[in-house]
């Protein structure tokens, strides 16, 4: 009788069931990895191309399709506080967290081999921090959530933002805890190469204490991942975003990805920031400021590797003689070269949507100008000078060993921007640089901007200045009251009713 | 002495069985089944008494006759109509709870092929909400109002036989149908327990009766026409997307002197006239012991475009046989086989590509492109609708067997057992085929062409073992039913599919033609069971006074061991007032009063709905990339998760005047849930993947049921007309802490704004956004929209953009400003039937309205703002606001839309969705003269007319979850009108 009554929920395992084993934990800490660009859903990740087009670096691009949601966001120009990319990107992040926060806690429940779960540990709280890191620099203080327990009850919903020192506290925590669990990345098995290292958590430490402008702190914990010669720049600038070169000698920390339709792995950016005559969509393309700022450096070999412009011969790919960016729908018929895939590593048929190039998130040229930026601040400015000398050196640019003060400082962060444009940090940088207590973003757009006034009255570039569906006057719009910080999710203030506040000006 | 003969029949067809007796002798004899008999009488001047349970008595003088041949007249007074009820039958007399019955003659009136669309305006507190116009499309069946998020789909019993659930009406053959009832209380379908929340729908099906064989024949065939939503051509479409560029000081991309074509895609997609057929053949007659029923029909009813249909063959044979004169067996069987050629949904599509796209791309540019790339791609990157059509291919299959056998045995005349056995199989088998296409690169095509099949297959059961006690002391009358009865139900599927097949022809488009790498399977079992216990009293006293209780006890696999099993009452009274003999209203011919209480649950929740869920992925590592699992968590549990319970009070009476000629019945309802079930979505930051299942309050949901009646013959004229209204309103209760908004139907396009909300102490799914007040026509007025310390509510804004109302006055426009702008349940709705006949010519008209509904028109979104470069509605670059046309109530066309007229949900989109609608209108006319053969022919319109002030294709639109769905037009394809000639014939 009572058996007749028992019908199980057949495929569908329990957490308590699957959460048994060492195995399972490592699957589940896989998954926490795979949610770091959002299980390269281009949906959500498109955001990231998004801030990167809210930059002096990159145009919307797309000028056939009509794309106001973008758009908006890209130009400052009445910012969509109910956009989809924040609500995705800001629930994604969060989602991360709760990945992390699920193995951390419920790990201790299984047993396994303790050095192991120290490290799955340590991967964890790696991501976790990446997370939140993802979520400060964007919207600026969030609600802090640190284990899996407190979202089954009921106070869950009565939490607040907190500030930002405790968001950038509780990522500190985090990567010291990771840099103590973790191995070094020379330690790992090579069936294991990509994941967490202590590297890794140091780097991202360090660009934490920059954030927070702890410049000694920074310039420390940098000079403990050089000390460690786990990482070295990579003789040629061509290798460091090579399809033939995954997990090279630059990289701390970078996304894995191989071609497979099956599985549906591969990343997107390729595609979306891509050529439309080339299977792209044409989004983010590189604005002629940027290619400037090379050419004004007499930067060609970064140039090369940074953007391809229609017309012109693909650099690294002898196949291409004549790229086609799609004249009529570029805005400014140029593509992100560090995201192309040239023809012979293409798979046949070409699979557009899983791209085997890994996306670097952090690189050692990164660190070393993290070093020299955080050294120069904090008073050391033959470090700074040495290291930004070792980065020009590798694109066979002479370094003016003279500079010093502001001089410096503006060689330093003009070198980031060469050196790592298009990657996606842009934004960020300058956001937290500041002249006179003023951010760099509110000196570059607004209306007095260096980049309003480029494209408004200096640039004579016939591609853009030819194609005004996208409008020249870019980042006009721009309110340094405002847009310091994206705005906390339409959506997410009308499911608490109000209680994670919005933004100043939103 | 003298004998007379004679034959009897009823309708022209014999009538075995009648008594006919000398009157004041006990001298009489029967009808045989021919209905003849033969009476030798007696007396000088004898009376002639004829008669027969359910007929008129006739007395007829017989002094000199030697034939008396009658056609008797029945005599079914309303009260005395058998009704079905939960495990058993009663009078219409002594029904104590509310119950609504649809006689299946009216349900064929409607040639729609599907019973439950026919059902609508027919039967009071029942709102059938049509499924759109697409063939074998199933509509949302609502029983007095809204009172739980889950499914509103009533339990169906069919036959005695509780079918699973998701089980709706499209597989019966509505000329199969005897009657429908519909148990609206507590009190009536608290006998079903946990499965009864939404009500029950028992539908019973025809059965032979003793007698001659009795053949009929129908066929109708349809037409379907289609309204034709206008939209703009070329030319004002160009002219649309030139001022929305313009005015935002972008440049204009189209010259509108080099426009010479324009395609009409309406044209291309949809056909005007789709059709409909239906052909029923029953026979069914029986003797004495042995009766029968058979009956095998078809239906067909194609879509509107070059793919889809849908097609239906039922048999059915239904036998009762007297294996002696206290063992009588019911054995019913009913293959069916249901085919669909799945209609393309392309209705958006359609709308929103540009006229300026023609629908091939030159012959000279098709080389090296295979028949399915051949389509032209739109700029506004809406996907060719007439390629997506031709490139469908998408068919399910359906075979079906139900077997329901009731073994009954009398042990005493007052005391009988039973055994009921239904069983129901099922397979359902998919095939789809997506051919490899390349339109535009990785923006409009198929890489790799692939097919897939699915296979499911159910199984379920239900036994049912009833002990029936029925006696009568005097005026005493008790009825008592106890009973066990079991459910179960199993189902499995199992899915492939894989790339590439080899030759792109009908022959490979099966697994084993293909070849390439991606490979999928999937396949799993799902089961659930229902044990119950149930018992029922009845008592009459002198058929005035009634009073009736019930009892169900079930237990569930569908909840945790500890909250498996749960019990449910009922109790019910009614008096017969105008029985009492001091009752002497003489045009008052019947008054009965009644009140009753039931419980019922809702066990409807996904099984896995208090389970953390986990699902698997891929990501890589390693020097040579790797493919390692992960895992991740992809739904919240709630352990704390129980059952939704239903209580209901309703009281009502019912009457009936001039022998009932009119009669009348008005039941008033309070129903409320306890425990709500709502999948409630978390604030983002708790990085929940998705919505979590919990009781969040109660509902409350009430109402009037009323219905009227008018039955008369004069002279030749037989008049009928019943008409249905209905009013209902359902509002929340109590809600549960952090759960005081309950918020749904998020839509991206309105920056995810959720368009629905429900509040404690209002009514449910109410439409939720800002408060519009007009349209800016100058700087002025922008500027002087501003708070009361100065501040500009809209500075972006321009004239002709749209006013949005500062609710709290801070000089911000934000979450704090969303209101409620619209209530998409309507003041009422009703339903008028009317039928005549005059002496050969029939004549019916159905109709249905609901009044004071809101709609909220989403394709408003894409029809009056070109977002996105679609294509709007026609006429609009002269109903937009310009400064030559200030008038205009759509604003301003713009790209980048500032002020976010099209970026917010607001009362723009809600408008008033009240409608009437002439659902049916037929004439018929009967020949009686051909070899005693009767041959009806009918000519019927359905859907002919609608008055409404509705702006959108049609008002009679929900989509998704009921409380989220309700009201909401997301546009689809729109009621068909059709047109039908048939035939009927009977011999």
Request: charge should be negative; aromatic fraction near 12%.
């Amino acid at each position: 009788c009572e058996d007749f009554l028992d019908e199980p929920v057949r495929s569908k395992p329990t957490l308590t069931e699957i959460f048994s084993s060492q195995e399972s934990v490592e699957a589940f800490v896989n998954g926490a990895y795979d949610g770091i660009m959002e299980n390269d859903w281009w949906q959500i990740n498109f955001f990231r191309q998004i801030t990167d087009m809210a930059t002096d670096d990159c145009w919307a691009g797309n000028t056939e399709q009509s794309r106001p949601d973008i758009l908006t966001i890209a130009h400052y120009d009445n910012v969509d506080v109910g956009s989809t990319y924040f609500m995705n990107f800001w629930n994604y992040q969060f989602r991360g967290i709760t990945r992390c926060n699920l193995i951390i806690q419920e790990m201790d429940n299984v047993d396994f081999d303790e050095d192991l779960k120290n490290r799955y540990k340590g991967e964890a709280k790696f991501l976790r921090a990446r997370f939140y890191f993802e979520l400060v620099k964007n919207f600026g203080g969030v609600p802090i959530i640190t284990t899996f327990d407190e979202l089954l009850k009921s106070e869950i919903r009565e939490y607040v933002r907190q500030p930002e020192a405790e968001v950038w506290a509780v990522i500190e925590q985090d990567l010291i805890d990771a840099a103590e669990l973790l191995p070094l990345k020379s330690e790992y098995a090579s069936k294991d190469l990509g994941r967490a290292t202590k590297g890794a958590a140091q780097a991202y430490l360090a660009k934490a204490y920059l954030f927070q402008e702890k410049w000694q702190e920074a310039a420390d914990m940098a000079n403990e991942v050089i000390t460690s010669g786990e990482y070295q720049l990579e003789t040629s600038f061509d290798d460091v975003w090579s399809v033939t070169n995954p997990n090279g000698v630059e990289s701390i920390f970078e996304v894995q990805y191989r071609s497979d339709p099956t599985f549906r792995i591969g990343g997107v950016f390729g595609v979306t920031t891509g050529s439309r005559e080339d299977g792209g969509w044409s989004w983010c393309v590189p604005t002629s400021n940027l290619e400037q700022a090379y050419l004004e450096e007499g930067d060609n070999i970064r140039l090369r590797n940074t953007i391809i412009k229609h017309g012109e011969p693909v650099y690294g790919d002898p196949e291409v003689t004549e790229f086609d960016a799609g004249l009529s729908r570029n805005k400014s018929a140029r593509i992100n070269r560090k995201f192309y895939i040239p023809t012979e590593y293409r798979e046949t048929p070409y699979s557009p949507r899983n791209l085997p190039l890994n996306h670097i998130l952090m690189r050692y040229a990164d660190l070393l100008l993290i070093y020299a930026e955080a050294s120069h601040f904090a008073g050391n400015e033959g470090e700074a000078l040495a290291k930004l000398k070792m980065v020009r050196d590798r694109v066979n640019l002479t370094t003016d060993m003279s500079l010093t003060g502001d001089a410096l400082r503006d060689a330093i962060w003009k070198e980031r921007r060469l050196e790592l444009a298009l990657e996606q940090h842009r934004l960020y940088d300058l956001r937290r640089q500041k002249v006179n207590g003023v951010p760099r973003i509110a000196t570059v757009m607004g209306p007095e901007g260096s980049f309003v006034k480029y494209n408004t009255q200096e640039s004579t570039d016939e591609f853009e200045l030819g194609n005004l569906r996208e409008k020249q006057s870019k980042g006009a719009t721009f309110d340094v009251d405002k847009h310091i910080l994206w705005p906390i999710p339409h959506s997410e203030i009308v499911l608490t009713e109000g209680r994670i506040e919005q933004n100043p000006n939103y | 002495q003298q004998q007379i003969s004679g034959t009897i029949t009823a309708d022209g067809e014999p009538l075995p069985g009648v008594t006919i007796l000398e009157e004041g002798t006990t001298n009489g004899t029967i009808t045989d089944i021919e209905g003849t008999y033969t009476l030798n009488l007696q007396g000088e001047d004898p009376m002639v008494v004829v008669s027969m349970v359910g007929f008129k008595t006739t007395r007829i003088a017989a002094k000199g006759r030697v034939e008396i041949s009658l056609d008797l007249e029945e005599d079914v007074t309303d009260l005395e109509e058998v009704v079905v009820i939960g495990y058993g039958t009663a009078t219409k007399k002594e029904i104590t709870s509310s119950i609504s019955t649809v006689k299946g003659e009216d349900l064929t009136k409607m040639t729609v092929g599907n019973v439950s669309e026919s059902m609508q305006g027919l039967a009071s507190g029942v709102q059938v909400i049509s499924g759109g116009g697409g063939p074998g499309a199933s509509p949302q069946i609502l029983i007095r109002g809204i009172v739980t998020n889950r499914s509103t789909a009533p339990l169906i019993v069919v036959d005695g036989v509780a079918l699973p659930q998701g089980s709706n009406l499209n597989f019966l053959n509505p000329s199969d149908i005897e009657n429908i009832q519909v148990l609206k209380d507590g009190s009536a379908t608290s006998i079903y327990g946990t499965r009864a929340s939404n009500g029950v729908i028992i539908v019973n099906t025809k059965r032979g009766k003793s007698g001659e064989a009795k053949v009929t024949f129908s066929a109708s065939y349809g037409l379907k026409g289609l309204d034709k939503p206008e939209v703009a051509d070329a030319n004002e479409y160009a002219r649309v997307v030139n001022q929305r560029a313009a005015n935002d000081g972008l440049p204009e991309p189209y010259d509108l002197s080099t426009i010479t074509e324009s395609t009409d895609w309406w044209e291309e997609v949809y056909k005007d006239y789709a059709s409909v057929e239906n052909y029923n053949l029953q026979v069914s007659g029986g003797s004495e012991k042995l009766n029968y029923l058979s009956s095998v029909a078809y239906h067909k009813s194609k879509s509107h475009l070059e793919k889809g249909y849908w097609e239906r063959a039922t048999g059915r044979v239904n036998i009762d046989y007297s294996i002696s004169d206290k063992l009588f067996l019911q054995q019913d069987f009913n293959p069916r086989y249901e085919h669909w050629e799945n209609t393309p949904n392309q209705f958006w599509s359609t709308l929103r590509m540009d006229p300026l796209t023609p629908v091939y791309i030159p012959i000279d540019e098709r080389q090296g492109r295979n028949e399915y790339s051949i389509y032209a791609r739109s700029n506004n990157y809406v996907w060719n609708p007439v390629g997506a059509v031709n490139r469908s291919f998408n068919e399910t299959h359906f075979f079906g067997v139900f077997s329901n056998t009731n073994l009954e045995y009398d042990i005493t005349d007052f005391l009988s057992v039973s055994s009921r056995i239904g069983l129901n199989f099922g397979q359902t088998r998919n095939e789809v085929f997506n051919p490899k296409f390349v339109i535009e690169p990785n923006l409009e095509e198929n890489q790799q062409s692939s097919v897939a099949t699915r296979f499911d297959q159910n199984f379920s059961y239900v036994w049912n073992n009833l002990i029936k006690f029925e006696k009568s002391y005097g005026k005493h009358k008790l009825n008592a039913t106890v009973g066990y009865t079991a459910e179960y139900y199993q189902g499995h599927y199992l899915r492939g599919s894989r790339s590439d097949i080899i030759l792109n022809d009908e022959k490979f488009r099966y697994l084993d033609a293909t070849t390439g790498e991606s490979i999928q399977a999937q396949g799993n079992m799902n089961a659930n069971s229902l044990m119950s216990y149930l018992g029922r009293v009845m008592y009459n006293y002198d058929q005035r006074y009634f009073i009736s209780g019930s009892y169900r006890r079930d237990g569930s696999s569908r909840f945790p061991v500890a909250n498996q099993w749960a019990n449910f009452f009922s109790a019910s009274a009614a008096w017969d007032i105008s029985s009492e003999s001091f009752f002497n209203l003489p045009f008052v011919s019947g008054l009965k009063l009644k009140a009753g209480f039931g419980q019922v649950g809702n066990q409807n929740i996904p099984s896995s709905a208090f389970l953390f869920l986990v699902s698997d992925g891929s990501y890589v590592f390693g020097e040579n990339e790797d493919r390692v699992i992960t895992n991740q968590i992809t739904q919240f549990g709630n352990s704390n998760l129980q059952w939704e319970t239903v209580q209901d009070i309703n009281v009502g009476i019912e009457s009936g005047f001039m022998n009932d000629k009119l009669t009348l019945s008005v039941d008033y309802y309070v129903k409320e849930s306890k425990d709500l079930l709502f999948a409630t979505t978390l604030p983002l930051y708790t990085g929940s993947p998705s919505d979590i299942m919990q009781n969040v309050g109660s509902f409350e949901s009430k109402g009037l049921d009323i219905s009227l009646g008018y039955n008369d013959k004069i002279g030749d004229w037989q008049l009928s007309a019943l008409a249905t209204l209905n009013t209902n309103e359902s509002r929340a209760k109590a809600l549960a802490p952090g759960n005081d908004q309950l918020l749904a139907q998020k839509q991206a396009v309105f920056g995810n704004s959720f368009l629905k909300i429900t509040e404690l102490g209002k009514v449910v799914g109410l439409f939720y956004g800002y408060e519009t007040d007009g349209l800016f026509q100058n700087q002025t007025e922008i500027n002087s929209h501003s708070s009361d310390n100065g501040k500009l509510v809209q500075p972006a804004a321009q004239p002709g953009d749209m006013k949005f109302v500062d609710q709290n006055n801070d000089g911000e426009l934000n979450e704090e400003d969303l209101t409620i702008i619209g209530n998409p349940f309507p003041d009422f709705y009703a339903g008028l039937n009317v039928s005549a006949t005059y002496k050969n010519l029939d004549f019916t008209m159905q109709w249905y309205a609901s009044v004071g509904n809101d709609v909220y028109n989403y394709m408003k979104y894409f029809q009056t703002s070109g977002a996105g470069e679609t294509n709007v509605r026609k006429g609009l670059i002269d109903e937009v606001w310009t400064e030559s046309n200030p008038d205009a109530t759509i604003p301003r066309l713009t790209v980048t839309d500032q002020n976010g007229n099209f970026k917010r949900s607001s009362d723009y989109f809600v408008e008033d969705g009240s409608y009437a609608r002439l659902k049916n209108l037929q004439v018929g006319y009967t020949i009686n003269s051909l070899n005693a053969a009767k041959i009806r022919l009918y000519v019927s319109g359905q859907n002919l007319f609608t008055i409404t002030k509705y702006s959108g294709f049609d008002p009679e639109v929900s989509s998704g979850g009921i409380i989220n769905g309700y009201g909401m037009d997301f546009g689809r394809y729109p009621m068909s009108r059709t047109f039908v000639l048939g035939l009927d014939l009977n011999f």
